[in-house]
């Protein structure tokens, strides 16, 4: 296995280390408030942005590892046509959260493998999740459960833990809330021989 | 909060604990054989031997304690009119395993809440996984590497680890496979007032 995962996320490391999997971490620096900015003045849609990310990310350390695959993904969300990024305070994961109270959004995972600089795969997942109305009450105890936890996650909330109380319902793909999509990604491993089928 | 686990499962806690709720454990002794023998001979869908059994842990404890929810859950395993159990020995997972390779099963989950010996709640989930057609070598080599957990789950493979390998596409409630729908008993424990909303 000759994988390179460009991303800084443990959870996204722990998810390839779940599957099995052998690799090597090399995370790119992408200065991604840019690249949406770009996209953004060009009306892309948001599976498009994510998906351009995910190939940024893989590119930029591709020249590093001749010869290997290297994967970049990238998660979005989008609201009512708004993008969401982290938040960096506190009070802005707040008001993030008062937006996105009692409306669906959408959480897209773009995954991209590269090799030598070509982009060989993509594959892009969609998840839909509607937050129930959250009241001022539950929100500011939420907040205070979790702490700095709401800063780390592009949706102020984790599914995984005390989040999944936020939500009305969850549908689509369950990989594109995680942050890859696992099962077409380890297809595409046996596909080119770099896992055993 | 006054919620009771009639459940063994570590899984199942640890979602609970995750999703930030306070409950006591008190797992019920339940023949779950006889149970499933006598539904199967009355041809009973898997959903309802699934509810069955969920409620009949439930009801089990819930003399135990007086005024409290108690959460009672099954998951099966249906593949072709077939329900598997957990395999109790490694060559009775690898022939289950080679029982479903290249299929669809369906794992259903239901969930069910007593409150002094009276069902007041239930929801079943179901989730569609097609595992792709395993190689004999790579059957023997996944079996090697994750050893005595394929006696712990109904299907002898633990999607959240390497048994992701296994899969072709996985699809539906993804709550259904890890064992408790979880969005739905949040909504119903806070329509009870059991969480705050």
Not at 123 to 138: D, G, I, K, W, Y
Request: a neutral charge; aromatic letters at 6%; hydrophobic letters at 45%.
């Amino acid at each position: 296995m000759t994988l390179v995962l460009a991303s800084r996320s443990a959870g996204r490391r722990a998810m390839l280390e779940n599957a099995g999997l052998t690799f090597a971490s090399d995370a790119a620096n992408v200065d991604e408030d840019a690249v949406k900015g770009a996209l953004r003045a060009e009306r892309a849609p948001v599976e498009r942005a994510a998906e351009a990310l995910a190939e940024l990310k893989a590119r930029r350390v591709s020249p590093r590892h001749p010869g290997c695959l290297v994967l970049g993904a990238d998660s979005m969300l989008e609201c009512e046509g708004r993008w969401f990024d982290k938040a960096p305070t506190m009070a802005q994961a707040r008001a993030q959260l008062l937006a996105l109270s009692g409306r669906e959004h959408r959480l897209v995972t773009s995954a991209v493998l590269v090799r030598d600089e070509q982009r060989i795969w993509h594959h892009t997942a969609v998840a839909r999740l509607t937050m129930r109305p959250l009241s001022e009450a539950f929100l500011d105890s939420y907040l205070e459960a979790i702490g700095g936890l709401a800063l780390s996650s592009v949706g102020c909330y984790q599914v995984e833990g005390r989040g999944l109380q936020l939500f009305a319902s969850i549908q689509g793909d369950f990989y594109a809330i995680v942050g890859l999509p696992m099962v077409e990604l380890l297809g595409q491993l046996r596909t080119l021989g770099e896992l055993p089928s």
